[in-house]
C-alpha cells in the first residue's frame, strides 16, 4: 500500500513474521504530535475498547456530553490493533481514525450557529423554526424544530460525518487510500450486524455512499431513499461546506429516513452477515452509537412524545415536504447500485483473524554483562522502558559486584500543565529574583586575542615590533591587532530527583493541631485554607523555578527522578533528557513527578553519569537532591543496612568526579549531616534546614556551581 | 589556441551604489507599507520584529523601491543614482564598532582610514539596514544611539569627527523575537529610538500566492505547500522552537518544480531543515504524507 508506506518503518519484529499489530502507546507519542499540527490544539487519547461507530461519532459524544474540545479534543482510540496483514497498514488505520476525529474540530463541527445561512442549501431551518425552535444552545434549538430529534440528531451526525471525510479527503489527499480503507472497515463492521432496523441501516449506509462501496445490506427497500439521499450528500461534499450546510442537508435526508420503516432488516440481509454476528443491535441503538445531545429539554419532549404519541408543536409543514421532494435530483439506476455489493471492500480490507503481538525486551538491552546466575530475575521490561545494569560497591568486600543493579529508565508519563503554571503564578516574585540572579551571570567571558591580521585595535608592542622589522629589511607580518573573543558559557546538567515514598510526607506535619475554637483567635481561613504540601510538591516547584531560570541562561540541562524497588528494578525516570527542548510536554511530565518506593541512589547516578559521560560541554554538574539517606529493598546485606547504601553512593559519586562531573548533594533531611559528611567525603552537600527554602536554594546553587 | 577570457556573470556594487532598480513582489500583510512610508517621511528609524523567512528583507527591498521612485519623482529624474541606496550589514557577535565605523589600515609606513559601512551610509544618504541586530554584541550597537535619535549623527572617535547624517539616510534594524532571551536582546536604550513593525508568517492564501510567485509552481501545489506551513506551525512552542518559514516552503515549492516528488521535497525542505528531534520528525513527515499524495 502506498500513503504512509515510505514513511512508516516496520519494526524487526515483522520482517521476522511474528507481529504486525499495533499497540496504541507505542505510537501514541508520533499520533499526538500530528494531530496537534493538524488542529492546533492538545489532543487527549482515550485509549480502550471501542466500536466504529463509537470512534466515528466520538465528536459527537464528547459534544453531547457538555465537554466540547474548546482547549482538548479527546478521541477515542482502540488501545491495540490487529486486523490487517501489515503493520503499515494497521498504522494507516489509526492514523485515518485519528485524522477523522480531530478533523471534527479542523473543520469547525462543533462551531455549528443556528442563525449563520446555508451557503448551499436554501436555509429550512428558519420556516420550521417554531415555538420549540428555542434553546440555550444552537444545537438544541436545532433539534428542536423536529418531530423525532432523536432520528434527527442521528441522521445529523452521519451527514456532517460524510462533510467531514469529504472535507478530510480533499484536504489530506495523501491520506485518501487509508482513509478509505478504514471506511469499509465500517461497512464491514456493520455488515455484521443483527437486528438492526431498515431506517438505522439508511443512516448507517449515508457515509458508505459517500465512498461509493454501496450496500453492505442488501435490501432493495433501502435503494431509493439512498439514492435520493446520494443527490443530497453530492450537493454537501464541496471544500466550502460548513457545519451549517450539513445541518440544512440533514433536515432534507431527515424528511428521506422517515420515509423508510422501521421494521427489521430481512434475516441475512447483512453482506457478510453469517459470520462473527457483533456487535449486536444495542450497539447501535444504544448510548454507544451516539450519545444524546443531553439537553433537559430534549429529553423531556422525547419522554412526552414516546408517552403520549403527541406531536411536536412544529412539524413541517406540508409545503415543506412538498419542496423537499421537488428537490430529489433523479435516481440512479438501482441495477447499478444492487450490482455493486461490497465493490468497494478490497481483499486486503478484509479483517483478518488475531496476531499474536508481543514487544521485545532484549533490543533495548544496552548491557549484556548481567549475570543471571547472580541476578533478581527482573520482570520483562515495558514497551516504553529501557534496561541498563551496573555494578554495586561492596564496601565490606572492597569490591564491584558486576551488573548488580538493572535500571529501568522511561520516560515520565504527562499529566497537565496546571501545576507547573500555577508555581510559576504563586512563585512569581521570587522567579523574578532567581531571573535577575541569573541574568548577572556572564554568558560568555572575554578574552583578548592577539597577533591578528584584523581586530578591535592595534597592539602596541606588536605595532613597534613591526616597524623595527620593517626598517631591518624584513617583510612585516601585518599581524598587529588585538582582539577580545568569547569563551562560551557550555554546562550540561543533571538534576536527579527523589522519588521515594519518604517524599510523600508532610512538610507541616509536626505543626501542632489547633482546636477549633483556638481557630478564630488566629487567621482560621489562612489556617484550614494552608495546603498540606509534601516534600515531593517542594521537589517539584524548584523543579519549575529551575527550568524557567536555566532556559534563560540557554545550558543544557536534565531533569530525571528515581526510585525503584530492589537492585532489579531501579527506576530510573526522564523528565527532561539532556538536549530535549524545553515544552509543554514537559511542564506536564513535571506534573507527574510523585513518590515511588525506595531510594536506590548508587545505581541512578552511574546511570546519569552515563548520560552526562555522552555530553561533550566542558563543565558537567550533577545535582543529587533528596530527603533522606539511601535506603532500598536489600540495598546491602539487610534491608537496615544504611553503611552499605552510603558507601555505595559515595562511590558512585566519586566515579562521577573521576569522569570530570562534579557532583553535588543537597538534602532537606535535617539530620542529613551525620551522614552526608561520610557519604559525600570532599564531594559538595548542603544541608537545608528549612526545606521552604529548597525552591529558592537550588537554583541559587546552580548558579554558584555554573560559574 | 588563445585563451577566451571568462565571462562572469555575478554583479559587483560599490556598497553604497547598491539601487533596488526593479519592484520586488510583494504583497503587504496590514499596514506595514502605510507605517513605513510614514516613518521615512519623518525620518524616524524602524525596526522590523518577526520570524525567521517571514519576508523582512524583502519588505526592506520593497520599501527602498518605493521611497526610490518617490525620490526619483521629487527630483524629476529618472537616474538610477538619484534613487536610495540600500546598505545591509549583516550582524554577528564578532561584529565591532571599527567595523562599522571604519578603521585605520596601515599603508606603507602610515596608515588610512577606510569608512566602514555605517559611515559609507550616512554620508549617502542611503537605507542602511542592521539584520539581526541582536546578534551584535550590545557594546557595539550603542554607537547608532546619536543616529537613531534626533541628533542623527556619527561620532568617529578615533579620527575626533562628528558626521552629520545625509537627508535621505534612515536607520533600519531586525530581529527575530523568537531568539529573546536574555543574552540576546536589545538594550532598552536601543529599542526605545525605533517604531516597531511587527511581521507574522502570512495567512495561508497569501501565502500560497508569494509561493507559487516565487517558485513558479501551480495553485494547488503552492496552496498544499501553504497548508503544510499552516499545520507545522500548530506546533511552535511545544514541539519546535523555530517554526517553518514562508523561505523554506518556496524552497520545497522550487524543488518539486524541478522534478523532485512533492513529499521527498517537503522532507528535505520543510522536515529536517526545522528540527533534529527524531520524533518530531516523524510527526512531520505523517503531516506531509497526509498533505501530499
Known sequence: MSGANDQIKQPEQETAGSYHGIEFASVEPLLQVYCRALTGKEVDFAPGKGSHTSLRNAWWNQLASGNPPDGHIKVLIPASFMEYASYVDNFCWYKAVVTQQVAHSE????????????????????????????????????????????????????????????????????????????????????????????????????????????????????????????????????????????????????????????????????GYGSENREPNISDLEGQEFMGNFQTDKIKLDMEIKANTGQKSSMPMSAEDMEKLANQKIGITDIKDVKSLPGSGLSAASIPRGVHVYQFSHDKYTQVDRYRPEDAVKPSPAEADERLSYYDEWDFRENRYISSWCCVREKVLGEGNSYFYDKTLENRRSLMAEIKRQFERLPAEMLYKAKNLDDGDEFDLDLVIGELIDKRAGHTPTGKVYTKKKKIQ????????????????????????????????????????????????????????????????????????????????????????????????????????????????????????????????????????????????????????????AIHDTKMALMEASQKNITPFCLTVDSAGNDYLRTMCDDIGYEVLDDIETLPHRLPMLYKKLSM | MPLKAKRHDYKSHIIEEYYITEEPFYLPLKDEVALFEAAYAERIPVLLKGPTGCGKTRFLEYMTYRMSQKERKRKGSSGQRDGIPLITIACHEDLTASDLVGKYLLEGDTTRWVDGPLTRAVKSGGICYLDEVVEARKDTIVLIHPLADHRRSLYIEKKGEMLEASNSFILVISYNPGYQ??????????????????????????????????????????????????KIRNLKEQDLSEVISTRLLIYAARMIRQGIPARRACEVAAVWSITDDAEVQKSLKEVVTAIFE
Do not use: W
Request: negative net charge.
Open chain 1, 107 to 270: 473543520f469547525n463541527s462543533f462551531d455549528f450557529d443556528f442563525d449563520k445561512e446555508s451557503t448551499i442549501f436554501e436555509d429550512l431551518r428558519y420556516q420550521l423554526k417554531g415555538e420549540t425552535g428555542h434553546g440555550s444552545s444552537p444545537f438544541e434549538k436545532y433539534f428542536a424544530i423536529f418531530d423525532d430529534p432523536r432520528l434527527a440528531m442521528q441522521v445529523f451526525v452521519a451527514v456532517e460525518n460524510v462533510r467531514i471525510n469529504y472535507l478530510v479527503k480533499h484536504h489530506y489527499p495523501g491520506l485518501k487510500q487509508g482513509y478509505r480503507r478504514m471506511q469499509e472497515y465500517n461497512l464491514l463492521a456493520l455488515a455484521r450486524v443483527s437486528g438492526i432496523t431498515l431506517r438505522r441501516a439508511f443512516i448507517e449506509l449515508l457515509e458508505g455512499l459517500e465512498i461509493d462501496a454501496i450496500l453492505a445490506i442488501d435490501e432493495e427497500a433501502l435503494y431509493e431513499p439512498l439514492n435520493t439521499a446520494k443527490d443530497v450528500l453530492d450537493l454537501l461534499c464541496t471544500s466550502s461546506a460548513a457545519v451549517e450546510d450539513s445541518a440544512e442537508a440533514a433536515i432534507r435526508i431527515y424528511q428521506i429516513a422517515l420515509t423508510v420503516p422501521k421494521k427489521a432488516l430481512a434475516s441475512g440481509s447483512g
Open chain 1, 489 to 644: 558559557r557550555d554546562v550540561a546538567v543533571a538534576f536527579l530527583l527523589d522519588m521515594s515514598g519518604s517524599t510523600a510526607d508532610l512538610i507541616n506535619k509536626n505543626r501542632p493541631t489547633m482546636q477549633y475554637e483556638e481557630s478564630f483567635k488566629y487567621d482560621f481561613m489562612k489556617f484550614v485554607m494552608q495546603p498540606r504540601r509534601r516534600i515531593i510538591d517542594l521537589e517539584k516547584e524548584s523543579i519549575v523555578l529551575l527550568c524557567q531560570a536555566i532556559e534563560t541562561l540557554g545550558d543544557n540541562y536534565g531533569i530525571y527522578g528515581f526510585s525503584g524497588h530492589g537492585r532489579a528494578n531501579v527506576q530510573f525516570l526522564v523528565i527532561k533528557d539532556l538536549n530535549e527542548s524545553f515544552g509543554e510536554r514537559i511542564k506536564r511530565r513535571v506534573d507527574q513527578i510523585a513518590p515511588i518506593h525506595g531510594t536506590r541512589m548508587g545505581p541512578a547516578i552511574r546511570h546519569t553519569i552515563a548520560r552526562l559521560d555522552a555530553c561533550g560541554s566542558s563543565l558537567k554538574l550533577l545535582f543529587l537532591v533528596s530527603d533522606g539517606y539511601p535506603q532500598d529493598s536489600l540495598y546491602g546485606y539487610d534491608d537496615d543496612d544504611k553503611e552499605y
Open chain 2, 181 to 230: 532571551s536574555i543574552l540576546k536582546n536589545l538594550k532598552h536604550s536601543t529599542r526605545q529610538r525605533f517604531i516597531a513593525i511587527e511581521f507574522t508568517h502570512p495567512p495561508r492564501s497569501i501565502e500560497a500566492r508569494i509561493i507559487a510567485h516565487e517558485a513558479d509552481v501551480d495553485e494547488d501545489t503552492a496552496g498544499r505547500l501553504a497548508q503544510l506551513g499552516e
